[in-house]
């Protein structure tokens, strides 16, 4: 792990500054204790990211779980029951490791992963806008469309200017300035702007910046639009922050449903960005999806034991890694050392950090996902790649990331089943001499009973006295709904005089007596 140290190491310190906020806006959005979203970004980060087999995912608290835990804090009692739940949600991930569960990954279509990767993108760069020009209304790390203040997220952005904090702007733009010229001049100048990164350098301007202008004005940047990470006065008070679970309460059945229902919503998000963030990863590494449900199983029993939120695998900071030049888990278990360390020892120092240079880093991050260019390169896939895609994009801004993919995954599946249709057999009319038909149907490799539809309108179209020739010589499977079509066609077709010709790998037989009993004879590899 450590034969990388010079690309992981500034790349941990992206994510942190990257993931601090985000943990603290998630247990704001939450209604959970705020250091309960740092708990569960140094779990993820340390914990998950030593067990994990993702070279480059880094987990923590996901903004797509706060609604539940939000509504369930209130419904179990109290924060101490919730805690019961995210323990006993982390069981039942490592079941579904066990039970190899996470093979579901494989199967989310490209064009959908590609959509959600946009769509983060976009909500990032919508969220993020408010908070560079210094309106913090809604907590950092929201992705839902509806926020928490009564206003959405476009409407946000249109009272920007009512809200508009001069400080705040003005370093916004200043880390926006050195951000851009750090990754497209000064990286390519020599290997120290490798090793010291923008985002480095932007939150130390930052930083100095607060610090200088205290007192002014117009400058000056308030407490309301800085970090705020909670401050203990001494060793006991900063052990007080840890939560620890009522296991009293097990017996309660509203802690299991909501303990399944975090482990199946964590499970989901985990395995879709673990497909994303294998998309971006420049080596193309694959990683094992039965080992992550593992590792994010045993992080969030890690977490509900301590007073930490929910786990999952994070696009945002896995985006950010990738984005930082980040090459194996050692980034991800150093960002988390780095946020324990930071809470501990520099806890002043992080809240004089101005809200609007942790944006202006984000606002890169989202753009680096959303570029143009993939919208093109989308489209020039033709329309079975672009719906989804689209779909999925537009979901996800305009509802939630769970929503959004559940959009581009429904669609993704139905134009898969219109193909489906009309991929069953090729129709190739041969002969029309003579006032006979001859029609050739060759049936597909396989023909299932999506494809009745298809098959049946085929044969309902055929002319009196055709000749046709039905091919099923390459057919492996026939789904028994098709074999019941054909028996009741033999029976039309005496009616239509039409004269059937079966091409087998049994031979050729002229107007079958029985389709049924035919293909029950044929043998199992046909």
Same mark, same amino acid.
């Given at each position: ?137 809604? *907590? #950092?790390? =929201?992705? /839902? @469309?509806? &926020? ?5 997220? !476009?409407? $946000? %952005? ?73 401050? *203990? #006065?001494? =060793?006991? /008070? @900063?052990? &007080? ?5 009522? !296991?009293? $309460? %097990? ?276």
């Amino acid at each position: 792990m450590f034969k990388n140290i010079k690309s992981d190491l500034p790349a941990s310190i992206v994510v942190f500054f990257v993931a601090l906020p985000l943990c603290l806006g998630i247990a704001l959005a939450s209604g959970a204790p705020l250091f309960s979203g740092v708990i569960a970004g140094i779990v993820g980060g340390i914990v998950v990211g030593a067990l994990s087999g993702s070279k480059i995912g880094v987990s923590g608290p996901a903004a797509g779980l706060a609604a539940i835990v939000l509504t369930a804090i209130t419904s179990l009692g109290g924060y101490e029951n919730f805690l019961v739940a995210v323990v006993l949600g982390g069981i039942i991930q490592i079941l579904f490791g066990v039970l190899k569960a996470g093979v579901i990954g494989y199967y989310f279509p490209s064009s959908v992963i590609k959509g959600m990767l946009t769509g983060i993108g976009i909500i990032i760069i919508l969220k993020q806008v408010p908070h560079f020009f210094g309106y913090d209304a809604e *907590p #950092e790390g =929201a992705d /839902s @469309f509806i &926020e928490t203040s009564g206003e959405n997220t !476009f409407s $946000a %952005i249109l009272h920007v200017m009512d809200h508009i904090t001069i400080g705040s702007m003005l370093i916004g733009f200043i880390g926006l300035a050195i951000l851009i010229l750090w990754d497209k001049v000064l990286s390519k100048k020599g290997k120290i702007f490798h090793l010291i990164q923008g985002p480095l350098v932007a939150v130390v301007v930052g930083i100095i910046f607060f610090i200088v202008t205290q007192g002014n004005e117009i400058l000056s940047i308030q407490a309301s639009h800085l970090v705020s990470v909670p401050i *203990p #006065e001494s =060793a006991a /008070s @900063f052990m &007080e922050q840890f939560t620890f679970p009522n !296991f009293g $309460a %097990i017996t309660n059945p509203e802690i299991w449903i909501t303990a399944f229902t975090i482990a199946l919503v964590a499970s989901l998000e985990t395995l879709l960005c673990v497909e994303a963030t294998d998309k971006i990863d420049p080596d193309k590494n694959v990683t094992p999806t039965n080992r992550e449900l593992l590792a994010q199983g045993t992080g969030n029993i890690i977490s509900g034991l301590i007073g930490g939120l929910p786990i999952t695998q994070v696009i945002v900071r896995s985006s950010a890694n990738v984005q930082s030049g980040g090459k194996s888990k050692m980034s991800a278990i150093l960002h988390g050392l780095l946020l324990l360390v930071s809470v501990i020892l520099i806890p002043r120092l992080l809240n004089k950090i101005p809200l609007s240079i942790l944006a202006s880093i984000l606002l890169v991050v989202g753009y680096k996902l959303a570029k143009p260019s993939l919208f093109k390169q989308m489209y020039g896939l033709g329309k079975k790649q672009f719906v989804p895609f689209i779909i999925t994009v537009a979901g996800i801004v305009f509802t939630d990331l769970l929503t959004g993919i559940s959009l581009g995954l429904a669609v993704g599946v139905i134009i898969i089943l219109i193909k489906s249709y009309q991929n069953s057999h090729f129709l190739h009319i041969e002969d029309q001499s003579n006032g006979l038909h001859k029609i050739k149907m060759t049936l597909a490799e396989e023909v299932t009973f999506f494809n009745k539809g298809a098959i049946l309108k085929e044969l309902d179209r055929l002319p009196s006295d055709t000749y046709l020739e039905l091919d099923v010589t390459k057919t492996r499977y026939l789904d028994n709904d098709i074999i019941e079509i054909l028996e009741d066609f033999a029976f039309k077709a005496k009616e239509k005089n039409i004269n059937i010709k079966l091409i087998s790998e049994r031979g050729i037989v002229e107007n079958p007596p029985s389709f049924i009993q035919f293909f029950k004879l044929r043998p199992k590899a046909a």
